[in-house]
T-cell receptor, first 114, second 114 residues
Framework: SQQGEEDPQALSIQEGENATMNCSYK?????LQWYRQNSGRGLVHLIL?????REKHSGRLRVTLDTSKKSSSLLITASRAADTASYFC??????????????FGKGTKLSVIP | DAGITQSPRHKVTETGTPVTLRCHQT?????MYWYRQDPGHGLRLIHY???????DKGEVSDGYSVSRSKTEDFLLTLESATSSQTSVYFC?????????????FGPGTRLTVL
């Protein structure tokens, strides 16, 4: 079953605009991660935010986490055509015996128009 | 994709035949994972390994088996392939002690079962 659900499913913006994607989840998490997938390729890790963190930055990426609302957002500023990809949130939960499991959402497909 | 290879990259097979997919890593990471990616479902975990000869089931393990006899290799076997197993299969690896860290993905294997 899906733990994280991204919103919107698809997003189309002009180059230079900001893109915001949201992720909601259902159960308590250890951390939340965002990944990017270019067409026909494997996923690439972008950023990890722990449950005790509220905001994290990496270059043009800004991630927020609100554990009270069980939601996260990924903001890409000053988007470029090369940012065109699918973006997935993944929640990390304790699966017992001291190990953890990553569960992916279905993704947001971002198109950046030059 | 550096440090992780998958073979074959593409395979077409017939219903009822056995199929083995191989994941090879050069990072000496403890955790290895097999996912399948299907339209409308995102990535779903099939099986994972937390050490040599230590494996466990994921969300969609029925019809699949795995083996890990060496740190660097994780094999996924479809004992008798069915059309519902047509998918793109991704291997991933993760370091650390408990599998809560970022995952690194291979390039994927596109499997078609006729």
């Amino acid at each position: 079953s899906q733990q994280g659900e991204e919103d919107p499913q698809a997003l189309s913006i002009q180059e230079g605009e900001n893109a915001t994607m949201n992720c909601s989840y259902k159960t308590s998490i250890n951390n939340l991660q965002w990944y990017r997938q270019n067409s026909g390729r494997g996923l690439v890790h972008l950023i990890l935010i722990r449950s005790n963190e509220r905001e994290k930055h990496s270059g043009r990426l800004r991630v927020t986490l609100d554990t009270s609302k069980k939601s996260s957002s990924l903001l890409i500023t000053a988007s470029r055509a090369a940012d065109t990809a699918s973006y997935f949130c993944a929640t990390v939960t304790n699966s017992g015996a001291g190990s953890y499991q990553l569960t992916f959402g279905k993704g947001t497909k971002l198109s950046v128009i030059p | 994709d550096a440090g992780i290879t998958q073979s074959p990259r593409h395979k077409v097979t017939e219903t009822g035949t056995p199929v083995t997919l191989r994941c090879h890593q050069t990072e000496n990471h403890r955790y290895m994972y097999w996912y399948r990616q299907d339209p409308g479902h995102g990535l779903r975990l099939i099986h994972y390994s937390y050490g040599v000869k230590d494996t466990d089931k994921g969300e969609v393990s029925d019809g699949y088996s795995v083996s890990r006899s060496k740190t660097e290799d994780f094999l996924l076997t479809l004992e008798s392939a069915t059309s519902s197993q047509t998918s793109v299969y991704f291997c991933a690896i993760s370091g650390g002690l408990a599998g809560a860290n970022e995952q690194f993905f291979g390039p994927g294997t596109r499997l078609t079962v006729l």
